[in-house]
């Protein structure tokens, strides 16, 4: 090798080297740096902790979510569990008492010397996903437990701020032994107040029920693996996509001041593809099941029952704390779309149905697509699925026979 050529070599060599000595300097300084950093972290992590300890002890009144309060023996226990533990609070609140378990609340009370329950019992229950655990007695709220047993105790606000007096009738004369009553402002409000366009019969009357008994609408039912069993209902889907539309295009109600309402997660999905196959647009449209809607409000509320059968089965529309729920979220106009037999022999269901009769606001498909045509609005046509629609007839007629021979026989 000449001269030249180990000269470039060796510089070649020394460049290397010299780049190994600075990677290396660099990777320390890195440890380094890297280390200095994390103890400045766990300095910081430290003093914030002595402010939220400091700041608790502070603070007159504390807002927690239940779940980082019970639990008191975790072994990842928050800065709230201690000091919970320790005796810091007087006074406990339970905001929305109606979703707290009795469970829960035995497990904080005895940390308090004075428990104040708001919310309301007659609304929806704890969510409780086993039959074990209703079986024994999980599904009872602690707020409907302490009505029981301590009625003196219990004060009902006796006016509501939110909807017309006929959309809050129902609930107050079946669950608040008529007390409920309708705030001097909101009790007379109606869609026709605010809107001039759409069909009159939805503009002035605050609550009605489209009825499609005798048409066949029958349920189906969806069953998911490791979930419960959903019904749903396709015809009655489409009438509520139908039925949205009109109050969008036709009467021009925003968007935001709509709700649709169902007991059942698989008619949410129906009436979702419903709505996008109207128009695309409408796939931001509030769907919610019940669970997912209290403590929510809007002017228009439209509720798909979706139970139609011939054994007059309503599966957990039987619990009526939840229809309470669904027709209370509405302001202006409820809309209940559904097949008035299968429910008119629950006892609380035959109570609304017959007001709303006496009201004319039980109205039958047939009426109210001829009213629409009447105004010039189209509501599509009117299907008839036949076979069922003959057994349900067949089945009315043995019921009323058997009704009959009861009579007579007494």
């Known amino acids: 090798m000449d001269s030249k050529r180990l000269e470039v070599v060796m510089q070649r060599t020394k460049r290397l080297l010299d780049n190994a000595k600075t990677f290396q300097s660099t990777e320390e300084s890195f440890q380094f740096d890297q280390a200095d950093l994390k103890r400045q972290l766990q300095q910081i ?11 608790l002890k502070n603070k007159r009144i504390v807002c927690s979510v239940l779940g980082a309060c019970v639990r008191m023996s975790s072994s990842n226990s928050t800065i709230i569990h201690k000091e919970i533990k320790q005796g810091s609070f007087d006074v406990i609140v339970f905001e929305e008492g109606g979703f707290v378990t009795l469970a829960e609340a035995l497990e904080i009370l005895p940390y308090f010397s004075s428990c104040i329950v708001a919310g309301d019992h007659l609304q929806l229950p704890p969510v409780v996903k086993t039959e074990e655990a209703k079986r024994l007695g999980y599904d009872k709220s602690f707020m409907e437990y302490v009505v029981e047993k301590l009625p003196s105790r219990h004060f009902l606000l006796e006016t509501q701020y939110r909807s017309h007096f006929m959309i809050s009738g129902w609930s107050s004369r079946v669950l608040y032994e008529s007390r409920l009553k309708a705030g001097r402002r909101n009790k007379n409000i109606r869609l026709a107040d605010s809107y001039d366009r759409g069909c009159s019969t939805l503009r002035n009357n605050p609550l009605i029920w489209l009825d499609h ?11 998911v693996p490791d979930s419960h069993e959903s019904y749903h209902n396709e015809h009655e889907a489409k009438l509520v ?5 009109h109050f969008r295009s036709e009467m ?20 979702r593809q419903s709505l996008e196959e109207i128009n695309p647009g409408y796939s931001s449209a509030t769907v919610r099941t019940i669970d997912g809607y209290q403590g929510k409000e809007k002017d228009v509320i439209i509720v798909s029952m979706a139970r139609s059968n011939l054994s007059w089965d309503l599966g957990m529309m039987d619990d009526v704390r939840r229809i309470n729920v669904a027709i209370t979220r509405a302001k202006r106009h409820c809309c209940l779309i559904g097949d008035s037999q299968t429910f008119s022999y629950d006892e609380n ?5 017959k007001g709303l009769k006496k009201k004319s606001c039980v109205v039958s498909l047939r009426s109210f697509q001829q009213k629409m045509g009447d105004e010039g609005f189209d ?3 009117v299907e008839i699925e ?13 019921r009323n026979r058997e009704k009959s021979g009861n009579i007579m026989s007494v």
Not at 241 to 245: F, S, V
Not at 252 to 271: D, F, L, N, R
């Open 213 to 223: 008994a005798g048409l066949g609408y029958n349920e189906g039912h969806d069953d």
């Open 241 to 245: 996509a139908r039925m949205y539309d």
């Open 386 to 398: 036949q076979k069922f629609a003959e057994q349900r007839r067949i089945r009315r007629e043995e």
């Open 349 to 353: 269901y035959e109570i609304l149905l």
């Open 379 to 381: 509501f599509g046509p």
């Open 252 to 271: 021009g109600i925003p968007e935001s001041e709509i709700g649709i309402i169902s007991c059942y997660w698989a008619q949410v999905a129906h009436i």
């Open 45 to 55: 992590s430290n003093q914030l902790h002595r402010g939220r300890i400091q700041s």
